[in-house]
């Protein structure tokens, strides 16, 4: 059982280029989220998805794009790539929401130069 | 929920001592609170929440938090302070005012001195 993977682990990209960051997860979780953490400010919801085919922006969803065709994976699309969008982005997973617990990959940490 | 406080964005303890974290959220409809932790170059993992049932909650590695909702408080303790305890931590609020997503505090990160 190997939870919320991610990946890349890291990544260089630079200004323009575009790239999808993939997230897995293999507890048939309904609750997906991507969100992005920036020194300092915690973290920043981009994009959720609460089934299959359902996805709606978070606070910062600009410059990002997503999928969610099936309940295992929920890739994250960055088109035009920017330095403002250099930072450590995780994926979670949770049952529902509410008081529910989310679970977190291990991250992809992304460079834009 | 509308924004959640950690006072304090390094704290340094020596190791034995009391570890005190601080987080003060604003909501105005009754909340969610969890205390997550992230160990450096991982994801962050929960140590532990309250869902509306007791005040005093008790996590994993000998944390504990107490909701106070006159304070608008939920500040994370541990008697005794390891040097595996050294980590960042992160407070978030949850309720129906945000649409039950996680509002997230900025995040204080323990330094535990040998």
């Known amino acids: 059982n190997a939870g919320v993977t991610q990946t890349p682990k890291f990544r260089i990209l630079k200004i323009g280029q575009s790239m999808t960051l993939q997230c897995t997860q293999d507890?048939?979780?309904?609750?997906m989220y991507w969100y992005r953490q920036d020194p300092g400010m915690g973290l920043k919801l981009i994009y959720y998805s609460v089934g299959a085919g359902i996805t709606d922006k978070g606070e910062v969803p600009n410059g990002y794009n997503v999928s969610r065709s099936t309940t295992e994976d929920f890739p994250l699309r960055l088109e035009l790539a920017a330095p403002s969008q250099t930072s450590v982005y995780f994926c979670?997973?949770?049952?529902?929401?509410?008081?529910?617990?989310?679970?977190f990959g291990p991250g992809t940490r992304l460079l834009v130069l | 929920a509308q924004s959640v406080t950690q006072l304090g964005s390094h704290v340094s303890v020596s190791e034995g001592a009391l570890v005190l974290l601080r987080c003060n959220y604003s909501?105005?409809?009754?909340?969610?609170l969890f205390w997550y932790v992230q160990y450096p170059n991982q994801g962050l993992q929960l140590l532990l929440k309250y869902t509306s049932a007791a005040t005093l909650v008790k996590g994993i590695n000998g944390f504990e938090a107490e909701f106070k909702k006159s304070e608008t408080s939920f500040h994370l303790t541990k008697p005794s302070a390891h040097m595996s305890d050294a980590a960042e931590y992160f407070c978030?609020?949850?309720?129906?005012?945000?649409?039950?997503?996680?509002?997230w505090g900025a995040g204080t990160k323990l330094i535990i001195k040998p």
């Open positions: 909501s105005s409809v009754p909340p969610y």
């Open positions: 507890m048939n979780h309904n609750y």
């Open positions: 979670a997973a949770a049952t529902r929401t509410g008081g529910e617990t989310q679970y």
């Open positions: 978030a609020v949850s309720d129906a005012d945000s649409n039950y997503q996680l509002i």
